[in-house]
Every structure is written in C-alpha cells, then in structure tokens.
C-alpha cells in the first residue's frame, strides 16, 4: 500500500529564515510526487511536482528514492508563505492521489 | 478560463438521507476524481470518471457512488448519511488524469454537515 508522512503537523518559523517541510513516502515502484498549497480561504493548488524539477515561488523538492524522501525547500521564508502544506503521491496506473497530513506552516514577522 | 465549480458549497443533512454533489470541471478536461477531506483522515481518493467510465475507486464503501456526463460534469451521491460522512468533498480535474503529468487542479469544495 502507498503512504504519505508528513512528519510535522505545525512548523513555525522566522521570515528570513529557511524552511524545510518534511515529506516521505512509502510504494514499492517509481511514483509521481508532488507539493499542493492551501492559502487561507483558497482552494487547494499545485505547488510543484518532481518530475518537472522547478522552482515556484523560491521553494524546491528533491526527490531522494534511496531515503524515499520528497522535502519541501526554501532558503529565506517570507510571511506570504503561510499556509498548509500537502505532499501527495500518485502510483502507477490511474490511482488518485494519496495526500500526507499536511503541515501548517506559520511564517513570524 | 473558469476554475473547478462545484456546487452546492455548504449543506446539512439528516443521519439516513441521501446526498448529491455536483462538480463542472475546467472547460476541456475530461477526468474529474473527487476526494473526502476529515480532519481525523486528511484528503482520501474517493474515485475517478474518464469519459463518462468510473476508472478508479478509493477505499469507500458501496453507500458513495458517482457517475460522470457526457459534458465531463460529475456528481457524486451518498446514501444513508452517517455522522462520519460529515466532510469537506472536493472536486479535482485534469486533462486526462493518469500519471502523464497532468496538473490537477482542485475546486474549492462542498462542505457536508451530517447531523
């Protein structure tokens, strides 16, 4: 069975400072993995996926197979960055997306 | 162009009714898959139509069902409503869905309220 860990249901952290949120996953072939946003009051959005290996917004996702680790990165957070995070998974064949928990992550001015 | 709709936005209903959401994809896209957000169980996979065929189907009892239309809206129906079945239902579509690539785009939900 597939499965997304989101480790951190709540990071806080300064503006300026960098962020790293936590994705890992479980599925025994080659997956698809991506990073969805939720803004307060927005609808859910995509962020970035791996396989485009592209930077949105300053943040960056490695896709590490040996660690089965997919983690969200930016170097200096800015408070327009808060929101909730969602890292998902989509498996071979036409199987829908499996999410994580989610992490909020709060930027402090 | 215009976003995933889904329509109604808020509802509550009674423990044994019956429930239908509606969902109009971005004008093109021809897959359209629907998930339950609780905050117990976070977003889960309910199912997935592909030109009006159902082609995938999350771990739900047979009580959800959905049917896609020739114009690639969708409904999805819930029968004899559970307290459990109070969530957020949201709608998703792409262009073809499948793991080509596609961006998946998300509408901003139905909020369900079983009481």
């Known amino acids: 069975a597939q499965r997304v860990t989101q480790p951190e249901k709540l990071l806080s952290v300064f503006k300026g400072a960098p962020v790293e949120l936590k994705c890992n996953y479980s599925?025994?072939?080659?997956?698809?993995l991506f990073w969805y946003v939720q803004y307060s009051r927005q609808r859910l959005q995509l962020l970035l996926r791996h396989i485009s290996r592209e930077s949105i917004k300053g943040f960056t996702a490695d896709l590490n197979k040996g660690e089965t680790s997919f983690h969200l990165k930016k170097p200096f957070a800015q408070e327009e960055d808060s929101a909730m995070y969602y890292c998902a998974l989509k498996g071979g064949g036409a199987d829908g997306l499996t999410f994580g928990k989610g992490t909020h992550l709060i930027i402090q001015p | 162009k215009a976003g995933v709709t889904q329509t109604p936005r808020y509802l509550i209903k009674t423990r044994g009714q019956q429930v239908t959401l509606s969902c109009s994809p971005i004008?093109?896209?021809?897959?359209v898959s629907w998930y339950q957000q609780t905050p117990g169980q976070g977003l889960q996979f309910l199912f997935e139509?592909?030109?009006?065929?159902?082609?995938n189907k999350g771990n739900f009892p047979g009580r959800f069902s959905g049917r896609q239309f020739s114009n690639s809206r969708s409904e999805m129906n819930v029968s004899t409503l559970e307290l459990g079945d109070s969530a957020l239902y949201l709608c998703a579509s792409s262009l073809t869905g499948g793991i080509s690539g596609n961006t998946i785009y998300f509408g901003e939900g139905s909020w369900l309220t079983v009481v």
């Open positions: 004008s093109g896209h021809r897959s």
């Open positions: 599925y025994s072939g080659s997956p698809e």
């Open positions: 139509y592909f030109s009006e065929t159902q082609r």
